[in-house]
């Protein structure tokens, strides 16, 4: 936290900018980014590579391969590519894959790369071939825009309904443009296109040359063009290096700026934060990236490797073959915090909470400062935002603990933000963490909705996380499906409404037709639940049950219901499936929840002849085992009127012993035969914190200790008797007896047996336990022996 600002890169006299590392990419590429296919998806969204599509060198018989992984690097799937040339990849609002190939087919894959479906961009495109292609996010959904061979432009604005348009021509055009881009204005989809230094606009019935204001004559010829993420600023950049930046409506300009690089750079993204003033464009080179604003100056950083970015809400993240970074503008909540001298009322809590934790008065005076101003409120609400921006948990905590004491000095203040906060960025820490991998942001977060959130985290298969974040919330499972159902969607770019249009399933005609109803296997559970309920109300049971049996999908999202709600029927649905082995879980579960010991047995009793029809023996011995505990337990409860029901076997016999019954513990270790080692630690352990010091001198006389005789000294010194750890000191074997006797306080034969091992390392341990005044001789033998064994 000392220091949080090292790296602030100020851009202008107001805004700062911070590339912060969010992933250790750990996919082991071989290959450069550059030589490969690359499409990231928003929103801290998956990865798509196409490996070697393009490489020349490549063997005739070796086929592409096509990855997904998660944003921190962990591989989704690989498949071989088997069909024709791709030129672009690129992700749908609903994160299925696109792949745009030559001949104009797009085909549809779901993130673990498993085929969905396929469409055609047209004959026309069939026939000239695919040049370049794009694809965009509007409020209508996921579109394709194709530049053909004939230099012609076709878009689908929604592949969900599809609608080909083919753009206007562009006269005279003979080359395909130095750079294009898809812009959404008014709810019309258009093309903006630069040829040498002319700009056009295409949209559905004309072609005309626009030119930006404020564009310098100078400037020379387009080479790069940028839109924002939410459509709504465009940047040129020229052959000179000039870059212009501006609405993308181009009827105003917001600056401009000379980098002095002539070369295109390799990618040239927005980088801005919503309802903030300051706007910025990334540029990046092979081994340089640029950030470029409202300012004369830049910021610059050196790569060390390829890189690739990708344009988010509220930043850019960073991809290259070991790291995976986010860059992006420092929220004026953290600014006031944490800049340097700052006197915000945030940064004054927060130095406030510091110096309490010191028990320093100076607490105080910070406290009194800020509630003279009557600002406290203000550096309470400050602190939870600010947390909410920062991507450590060490940060975030130390922000809201400075909110929670400001708190206290606050009549009535309301606990809704603070608590939300706290919910937002234990949600958000689950879902960062490198086995989930997705970075989101609390500002993408936001705009995404919780809902869809969860729907992705069913679509990734992370079942267990998506319920524990809808018990957290206090959603129900099957409310939260619902919810899953029903905005499977993201937010589009501009309006933060669901990308695409996914209603809940229609359920009128389920219960007139169940017996013909297809059950969806593809669909998000909510519909799939809505389907299997209604069947379950109009169907018998062994003829709903059959029709489960060809529905994998549903018969598996019943059976996670049948878990929560209807317990019997999951027993139904194993008997059916001749399904031993869950059958013995379930009856080992159900054991639980019989209060009387004789209902428990036999539920463990049933569970044993499941595991035995399963063939799992490990399993059945295991629940034979807990039968004969219980039993014995139950005995043991009667002879001694203390509970001894539900205890492990280690506590039971730990509790034997603490309770002076030496010779039941010693049955207990003989029948369920606990290893020697083990009931030894257990037993001492036990004697010790009874006190039963004789009986403990007594065991361990016994026979020979499985476990040595230092483990006596230790738990000895632990329980404060180093008269009894004296005794099996001299016991313990030679290579831990200087330990032994050091315990015991003996530096005398601690240094007897360091000199007899002529180890410098013990001798100058026990001559780091000696003390000067009262040890000096001893200290000087040491020094000798230490001396002599150096000279060797």
């Known amino acids: 936290m000392d220091c949080y600002t090292a790296n602030w890169n100020p851009l202008g006299e107001e805004a700062f900018y911070r590339k912060s590392e969010l992933y250790a990419m750990e996919w082991g590429l071989r290959e450069e980014l550059r030589d490969c296919l690359v499409a990231a998806a928003p929103y801290g969204g998956p990865i798509a590579l196409l490996r070697n599509s393009a490489r020349r060198e490549k063997s005739p018989g070796a086929r592409p391969l096509l990855d997904t992984f998660s944003a921190s690097g962990l591989l989704l799937a690989s498949i071989p590519w088997k069909s024709g040339q791709v ?14 190939q030559e001949d104009g087919t797009v085909l549809i894959y779901d993130l673990f790369c498993e085929f969905k479906r396929h469409f055609s961009m047209g004959n026309e495109v069939l026939q000239n071939h695919v040049l370049e292609a794009k694809v965009f996010h509007t409020e209508y959904g996921t579109g394709v825009a194709i530049l053909t061979g004939a230099h012609r432009f076709s878009l689908a604005t929604n592949i969900d309904d599809l609608k080909l348009r083919r753009m206007p021509e562009v006269p005279g055009l003979q080359k395909p443009p130095s750079c294009w881009a898809v812009l959404s204005q008014d709810r019309v989809t258009i093309v903006l296109l630069a040829v040498g230094q002319d700009l056009y606009l295409l949209d559905n019935t004309s072609c005309s040359v626009v030119t ?22 465009l940047a040129l950049f020229t052959d000179t290096g000039y870059i212009w930046m501006g609405l993308a409506t181009l009827k105003e300009k917001f600056c401009e700026f000379n980098c002095s690089i002539r070369a295109p750079p390799k990618q040239m993204v927005w980088c801005m934060r919503p309802r903030s003033r300051q706007r910025a464009v990334v540029l990046v080179w092979d081994r340089q990236l640029m950030v470029v604003g409202n300012s004369t100056e830049c910021i610059q950083f050196v790569l060390d490797e390829d890189s690739y970015l ?9 991809l290259s073959r070991t790291s995976h970074e986010f860059l992006h503008e420092i929220p004026e909540a953290s600014q006031e915090i944490f800049k340097i001298a700052s006197m915000a009322p945030g940064a004054l809590l927060l130095e406030a909470q510091k110096e309490y934790e010191k028990e320093s008065q100076k607490a105080d005076e910070y406290l009194r400062e800020i509630k003279d101003q009557k600002l ?10 600010a947390a909410g921006y920062e991507h450590e948990p060490e940060t975030q905590k130390s922000l809201l603990r ?39 942001t609390f500002t993408q977060y936001k705009q995404l909705t919780i809902e869809v959130l969860l729907d992705r985290l069913v679509l990734r298969r992370l079942y267990p996380l998506a319920i524990r974040i809808c018990e957290y919330l206090r959603l129900s499972e099957i409310q939260g499906a619902r919810g899953w159902g029903t905005r499977r969607a993201s937010p589009t770019p501009r309006s933060g409404a669901a990308w695409g249009k996914h209603g809940a399933v229609p359920c009128a005609g389920v219960a007139a037709r169940p017996k013909t109803l297809p059950l969806p296997q593809n669909a998000a559970p909510a519909p799939v639940y809505t389907v299997v309920l209604h069947l379950k109300n109009e169907l018998n049971r062994g003829t709903f049950f059959m029709t489960l049996q060809n529905q994998p999908v549903a018969l598996s999202l019943y059976r996670q219901f049948c878990k929560h709600q209807e317990r019997e029927t999951l027993k139904d649905l194993y008997n059916q499936d001749d399904n031993h082995q869950e059958l013995g879980n379930f009856h080992v579960h159900s054991s639980y929840s019989e209060k009387r ?79 020697d080692k083990r009931y030894w630690w257990l037993k001492i352990n036990a004697l010790a914190t009874r006190g039963d010091w004789e009986e403990m001198e007594k065991f361990s006389k016994s026979k020979k200790s499985p476990i040595g005789y230092l483990p006596f000294v230790e738990i000895a010194v632990k329980h404060h008797n180093r008269y009894e750890a004296k005794k099996y000191a001299p016991r313990v074997t030679p290579e831990q007896r200087v330990k032994a006797f050091i315990l015991v306080g003996d530096l005398e034969q601690a240094a007897d047996a360091a000199i007899e091992h002529k180890s410098e390392a013990e001798l100058s341990w026990v001559l780091a336990r000696c003390t000067p005044g009262t040890d000096s001789a001893l200290m000087e033998k040491l020094n000798r022996a230490r001396a002599q064994i150096m000279k060797k």
């Open 87 to 100: 030129v672009q990849l690129g992700w749908t609002a609903g994160e299925d894959l696109l792949c745009i």
């Open 212 to 233: 930006p204001p404020g564009m310098s004559p100078s400037a020379g010829a387009y080479l790069q063009m940028a839109v924002s993420f939410n459509y709504r600023c």
């Open 310 to 318: 990708v344009p988010e809400l509220d930043g850019v993240r960073i």
């Open 376 to 385: 406290l409120p203000e550096a309470v609400s400050q602190c939870i935002e």
């Open 402 to 440: 400075a909110a929670s004491f400001g708190k206290c000095f606050i009549d009535k203040f309301p606990p809704e933000s603070f608590v939300r906060m706290c919910q937002d960025l234990r949600v958000l820490n689950a879902i960062r963490d490198y086995q989930i991998g997705i970075p989101l």
């Open 597 to 675: 010991i004789e209902g428990r047995v036999a539920a463990l009793q049933n569970a044993v002849d499941e595991y035995y029809k399963a063939k799992n023996e490990f399993a059945a011995k295991a629940t034979e085992d807990q039968i004969k505990l219980l039993r014995l337990q139950r005995h043991l409860q009667e002879d001694f009127d203390k509970p001894y029901l539900d205890l492990s076997l280690h506590d039971t016999v730990s509790t034997l012993i603490l309770d002076g019954h030496y010779k039941k513990a010693e049955q207990l270790y003989r029948d369920f035969k606990i290893p």
